[in-house]
């Protein structure tokens, strides 16, 4: 039974998800939104946007897995207990899975399971389980696809058009292996039994679990779905009430602009030496002229200092610096501009003191995993740390900079398949923006320090977008473009 309700909860993710996509596609007479925007106006008094962004993206990941080996393979890890492992994976190997399902790699461990395990298993469920996706998405935004309003998930070809509507961010999955997938591409025998929609599976199990009953070709008498296709994604969008957040409060923000030139050729130099003990030694050097910068008691003397700090040329004096401490920051939020009006500092000074107190206690937090010794946070003073000293650094990060270029590849071939003429291998991870290897080594330690930081993301995402709307919406638009849906808590940890 449990398997059956896995399955089930994985089928609820996939559906909200749709009904996600097909609210922010339904572009006729209104501004376009966000899956932020949606959360706003649908969700956002039911759940937090963590929680509903965490929704979306394990939907992003079945719809892809079921699309790449049918609605049958989402059943089979249900059934197997699997189906937590998908939701913790990283998109890469979300594709990768996909890739090997549709086209299993020959002389592998994996492409022997697909083959001899997981493809004859479908072809058996699809034939004795027949299914239909019937209310997801909207019969209009269907037909945008040259879809029909009932998608028989037994037709493996039409299902994997059908969940390439969902958006991923990411290239589609390898076209079937006819060798493989050979049994399964044909349409099931004449006479074979009516699917059942999918949207009455939940009341099938939930039946189930009383001990009654339920055929497949009954009608449901439950209510139909506010997720369902019935809902009409193009009706006046609800208004949403105004938050104490978002009332602005000038009274709490204060402003001040620099001499500062960011654009002067000497604020680009790096001012440390390069080599490695000559760098220590500069460093050291300025925590000492650091340690003695004068303390203001008001603003405005900090922003006299500030004056001081740099010359008539933009620039800042050398060994020079000023201290912000909290009695200047008094409970306000600061805005730090360059003599450009491009933003130097943001320093937002009302953070709640029982958050204040927990920041340090929830980043140990994060690192209390099964991991090796070196990985555990220790204090250690760098200033008396003999020579030589060097600890671990992790670094949570999506690369794009240094991505494959493609402007000469063929385009009638899928890029997974491309090589690189001439050579023994080719790096296909570098195809779209991808997770760094501490991000996929460290996985428990990065969905650790997310947990812990939660409520200060919350707190820290609304002002930002507050007080600086249009570096919130840059953000919002980079994290919206990494794969697998995964762009809110890529924009709370940018901030």
């Not at 204060?254 to 000497?266: G, N, S």
């Not at 008539?312 to 050398?318: D, W």
């Not at 820290?460 to 953000?475: H, M, N, S, T």
């Amino acid at each position: 039974m449990s398997g059956a309700v896995s399955f089930v909860s994985a089928i609820n993710y996939i559906q909200l998800t749709a009904k996600v996509t097909s609210i922010v596609r339904a572009k006729k007479d209104r501004p376009k939104l966000t899956k932020t925007r949606v959360w706003e106006l649908y969700a956002s008094k039911d759940c937090k946007k963590k929680t509903f962004m965490g929704w979306v993206n394990n939907g992003t990941k079945y719809a892809h897995l079921a699309g790449a080996g049918s609605i049958y393979f989402l059943m089979i890890v249900a059934m197997r207990g699997q189906r937590s492992k998908i939701t913790s994976m990283h998109w890469n190997s979300i594709s990768a899975i996909a890739n090997a399902l549709r086209c299993p790699p020959a002389d592998t461990d994996i492409g022997k399971d697909v083959t001899t395990r997981i493809i004859p298993l479908v072809s058996y469920l699809r034939s004795q389980i027949p299914l239909s996706l019937s209310t997801m998405f909207s019969t209009a935004l269907l037909q945008q696809f040259g879809l029909p309003s009932e998608i028989d998930c037994g037709d493996l070809r039409t299902s994997a058009k059908f969940f390439d509507i969902f958006p991923k961010n990411a290239f589609k999955s390898l076209e079937f292996s006819p060798e493989a997938w050979g049994p399964c591409l044909d349409p099931l025998p004449d006479g074979a039994m009516a699917p059942m929609a999918l949207h009455l599976v939940t009341q099938t199990v939930l039946v189930s679990a009383t001990g009654s009953v339920l055929s497949h070709s009954q009608p449901s008498t439950r209510p139909i779905s506010p997720l369902s296709d019935s809902d009409n994604e193009r009706e006046p969008l609800p208004q949403r009430e105004d938050s104490p957040m978002d009332q602005d409060t000038p009274d709490t923000l204060r402003c001040y602009k620099t001499k500062f030139q960011p654009e002067i050729e000497d604020n680009h130099r790096i001012p440390y030496p390069t080599g490695a003990t000559a760098r220590r030694a500069w460093t050291d050097e300025q925590r000492e002229y650091a340690s003695r910068a004068p303390e203001p008691a008001t603003f405005q003397n900090f922003c006299e200092n500030l004056e001081d700090l740099y010359g008539s040329k933009g620039t800042k004096k050398r060994n020079t610096y000023v201290t912000l401490t909290d009695q200047v920051i008094d409970g306000h939020d600061t805005l730090l501009y360059g003599a450009d009006n491009s933003l130097l500092a943001f320093v937002a000074g009302d953070m709640p003191a029982e958050m204040q107190d927990s920041l340090e206690r929830n980043l140990r937090n994060a690192f209390v995993v099964e991991a090796e010794e070196d990985c555990v946070l220790q204090p250690h003073d760098s200033a008396t740390a003999e020579e030589g000293f060097l600890f671990p650094a992790l670094h949570f990060c999506y690369y794009s900079r240094n991505g494959t270029r493609g402007n000469t590849a063929p385009t009638d071939v899928h890029p997974e398949l491309l090589r690189h003429k001439g050579k023994s291998s080719t790096n296909h991870t570098q195809f779209i923006p991808y997770a760094s290897q501490e991000m996929k080594l460290n996985e428990r330690i990065y969905e650790n320090l997310c947990n812990s930081f939660e409520e200060f993301f919350a707190w820290i995402e609304p002002k930002l977008c507050r007080r600086l709307p249009d570096l919130y919406q840059d953000l919002e638009m980079v994290a919206s473009i990494l794969p697998g849906q995964h762009a809110w808590l890529i924009v709370t940890s940018m901030t």
